[in-house]
């Protein structure tokens, strides 16, 4: 499979002179389409750090991240954030639904942010995503009154809802009990399968990592192990 | 357009925050129509009480030498002018029981009239100049006891005296006027005078913007004519009238910054309030300016609906005057409600600068990693 993202001896230092705080240093490795990987670490070892810059939320200090062969650090803001709104889709710890909106406008907002008008067929879209999250009739509510599972799930369509390269994951179902847990990782691992669509899940439950195809640690800033898992 | 919807549902859901800032920007632009059309109102009474019937420029013979008609029809020729009549003045005494002195001026009665308006004026008698006739003010009719029909006896400049037939009593609305100004036919002041067929003492000029008196004079003055101009003749009305235009304009560049930190301050809450969701939008692709342009719009919504409803309660507020126990009108003036519309959405847009700025510049990671 063709290489979909990249970090290049990558460095990330926050901070200046005295009080400088260096979060990641010498990351190498990179990432084909529709790979099934996770980043596990310690709180603080640096991996949602990693996260940010290969969904191109922030920039190294040193080094490249390269984007389907594109090297971003060539970028400036509105060109990086058209491309993360085309290529990456988003699934956060907290899952920051916009409270002013009903679930479909939730799901279909990065469409609208690419400039799209929303017609039948995204309609479509959002029903078959719908059915593949288990929130059939939903569409209409308000985003706020869902359970916190069904916000998560909500948050979930609409990471896919532009057919991303990847998903960038961080700690997704920090806030969700094991039930929920588990039906967050099936969901995952069947949209890999169905669609072919790359999953990065950053989390510090080895149990999670576990799942994936490819595990990838993060200590103290410094990528120590990369590993595949059986199932690949 | 998505940032408008964004910004749109953004003030619906905190409604009562919004109807708030809407309700205020309403009533400070109402107070600003208000005041500047009652202000407005009233100088233009003023002005018009002043000089609505007299001369807005006076032609006389330099040394009281007289001057010709003609030149009222060279006058003509200025576009501005409205009305340019020849007239002959003298100062005559009353003295029967108390003296009581009279200005008196001579001319056509339909030439005084297109300055005096004196026909929509009398209030006794009527209107006529016809040869030895004379109209006299109400002050001046009840002091002497005289009524139309009466026959006035005058001491003239040359020590003589005239007979004269009051035909009408007019109310020229100040009294000043109604004691001691008469108007007589043209003739009856050149014999007494002493003077020419086409011998007068002044040329009376109306034009139609008052204010350009001074510039219409400026053009007027020739060799041999001295020019009056009211504006030099009233210079303390005029600086009256300035310190009170620059008062309310004062009143109305405060009440504008009120509604400017209103709407600033609603907007800053809002900003920190949906930071978490502009954070997210950003997260998504969103660029910086198209979430600055949410805060943009959003002042753009507020300042619309707020204006709109200040120019109809600006509307309600002047129809509820009238119904105030004063003998004065406010009559809304078109072109400061325009100014106060376009002055108001500007001061709105301006309030958003400062959100739309630090809205633009939010890093959506610091939003991410927060609950």
């Known amino acids: ?232 | 357009m998505l940032a408008l919807s964004i910004a749109a549902r953004f003030l619906r859901s905190s409604s009562g925050q919004t109807s708030l800032i809407i309700a205020g920007i309403g009533v400070g632009i109402a107070v600003q129509i208000f005041v500047g059309s009652l202000i407005t109102s009233l100088q233009d009474d003023l002005v018009e009480s002043t000089v609505g019937s007299s001369p807005h420029i006076t032609l006389v013979g330099v040394d009281d030498q007289p001057i010709s008609a003609t030149v009222a029809e060279d006058a003509m020729d200025q576009p501005e002018v409205t009305t340019a009549i020849p007239v002959r003045r003298m100062s005559a005494l009353y003295v029967e029981g108390d003296s009581l002195p009279l200005s008196v001026t001579g001319g056509d009665a339909v030439d005084v009239d297109s300055i005096y308006g004196l026909s929509e004026r009398i209030v006794d008698g009527r209107y006529s100049l016809d040869d030895g006739e004379i109209l006299v003010g109400i002050g001046f009719a009840e002091t002497a006891g005289v009524e139309p029909g009466d026959s006035l006896s005058l001491v003239l400049p040359d020590g003589g005296s005239g007979e004269y037939t009051v035909a009408g009593v007019f109310d020229l609305g100040a009294a000043a006027a109604n004691d001691r100004q008469a108007f007589l036919d043209a003739g009856s002041v050149a014999d007494a005078l002493g003077l020419g067929e086409d011998e007068f003492s002044a040329i009376e000029i109306q034009v139609d913007d008052v204010f350009a008196s001074t510039e219409v004079a400026g053009r007027l003055a020739a060799d041999g004519i001295e020019v009056i101009d009211w504006q030099t003749e009233n210079e303390e009305l005029l600086s009256g009238l300035a310190a009170q235009s620059g008062s309310s304009i004062m009143i109305q560049a405060f009440v504008l910054v009120a509604v400017a930190l209103g709407i600033a301050s609603t907007l800053a809450i809002n900003a920190v309030q949906k930071t978490r969701q502009i954070g997210i939008l950003k997260a998504m692709g969103m660029t910086d300016a198209a979430s600055g342009r949410i805060f943009l719009l959003q002042a753009l919504i507020l300042g619309v609906a707020g204006v709109a409803l200040g120019v109809v309660f600006g509307y309600v507020l002047i129809w509820g005057f009238s119904f105030a126990p004063v003998d004065f009108e406010v009559r809304p003036s078109p072109g400061l409600i325009l100014i106060s519309v376009a002055v108001g959405i500007a001061v709105a847009l301006a309030s958003s600068i400062i959100p739309s700025r630090s809205t633009s510049r939010l890093d959506p990671i610091e939003v991410i990693q927060s609950a």
């Open chain 1, 1 to 232: 499979m063709p290489e979909l993202v990249a970090a290049h001896d990558v460095d990330k230092t926050y901070g200046e002179g005295d009080t400088a705080t260096r979060a990641l240093t010498s990351v190498t490795f990179s990432i084909d389409e529709g790979e099934f990987t996770s980043i596990v670490g310690q709180s603080g070892s640096g991996k949602s750090t990693l996260l940010n810059l290969l969904g191109l939320l922030d920039t190294p200090t040193q080094g490249r991240v390269m984007l389907r062969d594109q090297d971003t650090s060539q970028l400036d803001r509105r060109q990086r954030a058209g491309l993360r709104g085309e290529t990456i889709g988003f699934v956060f710890q907290f899952h920051h639904l916009l409270p002013e909106f009903s679930v479909t406008e939730n799901m279909t907002m990065p469409l609208r942010i690419g400039g799209q008008k929303i017609g039948d067929e995204e309609r479509e879209r959002v029903d078959g995503l719908l059915d593949l999250l288990g929130l059939e009739g939903l569409g209409d509510k308000n985003a706020n009154d869902l359970s916190g599972g069904q916000k998560q799930r909500v948050a979930i369509g609409r990471a896919l809802i532009n057919d991303p390269g990847i998903v960038l994951a961080d700690e997704p179902t920090g806030n969700l009990d094991t039930s929920n847990t588990d039906s967050v990782y099936r969901l995952f691992r069947d949209v890999n399968k169905e669609r072919g669509t790359g999953f990065l899940i950053v989390t510090h439950d080895r149990v999670v990592a576990e799942m994936t195809d490819r595990i990838l640690e993060v200590r103290d800033g410094e990528l120590v192990q990369d590993v595949r898992n059986g199932y690949a």
